[in-house]
């Protein structure tokens, strides 16, 4: 079975920046595509980024485009989300997830997820 496990989440200041971790055990990350996801209070769960199994290709969501960076290293069976000039609406809970598929931003097509980490972005 397929675990995941987010980590490096925690209240930053607008303008802030932090990198999550996604460490993946029970099988070869290098197998999965990973997504990253996230979830405000009230609202819809949301594609963030996403990254092949290669790493070769990764797509993001509009709104954190040229702020976030997805990357992964296979051999360290971990996901990362570098987080950069972080805003207040940028606060979620946010989760790693696999995939078999493609990159995707269709929830429904993730497999395996992880527990979540809260990200607070406030003064």
């Known amino acids: 079975q397929l675990q995941l496990v987010e980590s490096g989440g925690g209240l930053v200041q607008p303008g802030g920046s932090l990198r999550l971790s996604c460490a993946v055990s029970?099988?070869?990350?290098?197998?999965?595509?990973m997504g990253w996801f996230r979830q405000a209070p009230g609202k819809e769960r949301e594609a963030v980024a996403c990254i092949t199994n290669g790493g070769g290709n990764t797509n993001y969501a509009e709104s954190v485009k040229g702020r976030f960076t997805i990357s992964r290293d296979n051999a360290a069976d971990t996901v990362y989300l570098q987080m950069n000039s972080l805003k207040p609406e940028d606060t979620a809970v946010y989760y790693c997830?696999?995939?078999?598929?493609?990159?995707?931003?269709?929830?429904?097509?993730?497999?395996?997820w992880g527990q979540g980490t809260q990200v607070t972005v406030s003064s």
């Open positions: 029970g099988f070869s990350l290098a197998f999965y595509t």
């Open positions: 997830a696999a995939t078999v598929g493609v990159c995707s931003f269709e929830s429904l097509r993730y497999d395996y």
